[in-house]
């Protein structure tokens, strides 16, 4: 599961970094966010009619199109498992027709840890707590998740355009912590993961599946961060520190 994320690049690092000329003068994007949470509306990638790439802001948390409410879907789709993503309900029709990037430069992940207790009857007695942690890339280098986006149509006639991110099994560094990662797309993989779309026989979506596997772990770092994390009022960069 991927829960929580980090974005330390502004919007011109972003354009930079994924050769953007399209949906930046109108948006509004705060130059950094340490602690972005589930349901608050962040950048995404996708193309445009033209195939060309744009930036725009949706909410975390996938609706699907069909969703009569937003309270059916609050926290269940923020990420999509890699493994029945081409089958899903939910995430098929994206998976074919409306893939994206989401741009980060980090990620955390809680780790249970038992501690032994100091007081009380009994002096084995243990208790657990979790500590969170920093994923980066060794090269500090912003990256992309793999994600999917949907557009719903509110009752009243509004649109809500939201995204997922898409979840693999864990390199040898995040398997010390998780038994999930958020798919890291390497950026040779940007333009077959945002093409248009695919035809329902397997050879493109299993072209496109292959893409969805474990980041190298030998290329990211792991540290401790901060508990305060774990609050989505905290967002400040001291949150990279465990201390």
């Known amino acids: 599961m991927c829960g929580r994320y980090l974005r330390r690049s502004d919007k011109q ?5 994924f050769h953007l000329a399209k949906g930046l003068a109108h948006l509004v994007l705060p130059p950094w966010d340490y602690n972005v949470a589930p349901t608050t509306f962040q950048p995404v990638i996708r193309t445009d009619r033209d195939g060309e790439r744009e930036l725009t802001l949706m909410r975390w948390g996938l609706i699907p199109n069909f969703a009569r409410d937003l309270k059916t879907f609050a ?3 923020i990420n999509a498992r890699a493994e029945s993503i081409a089958t899903s309900a939910i995430y098929r029709g994206p998976f074919e027709r409306r893939r994206c990037l989401v741009p980060a430069d980090g990620f955390y992940e809680w780790k249970e840890i038992t501690i032994p207790t100091l007081f009380g009857p009994d002096p084995s007695a243990k208790a657990s707590t979790k500590q969170p942690y920093a994923f980066t890339l060794t090269n500090v280098e912003p990256f992309a998740f793999a994600g999917l986006w949907d557009r ?3 009752p009243a006639g509004g649109t809500l355009e939201s995204f997922t991110i898409i979840t693999t099994t864990p390199n040898e560094l995040t398997a010390t912590v998780h038994d999930r ?5 390497r950026p040779s993989d940007y333009d077959l993961w945002l093409a248009a779309n695919i035809p329902t026989d397997p050879a493109p979506q299993l072209e496109l599946l292959s893409l969805l596997r474990p980041y190298p772990a030998e290329r990211m770092a792991a540290r401790q961060a901060h508990p305060d994390v774990g609050n989505v009022r905290n967002n400040h960069p001291g949150l990279l520190n465990s201390a």
């Open 13 to 17: 690092r972003i354009a930079e970094t």
């Open 75 to 77: 926290l269940s789709t």
């Open 152 to 154: 719903w149509k509110d």
């Open 181 to 185: 990662m958020p798919v890291i797309l």
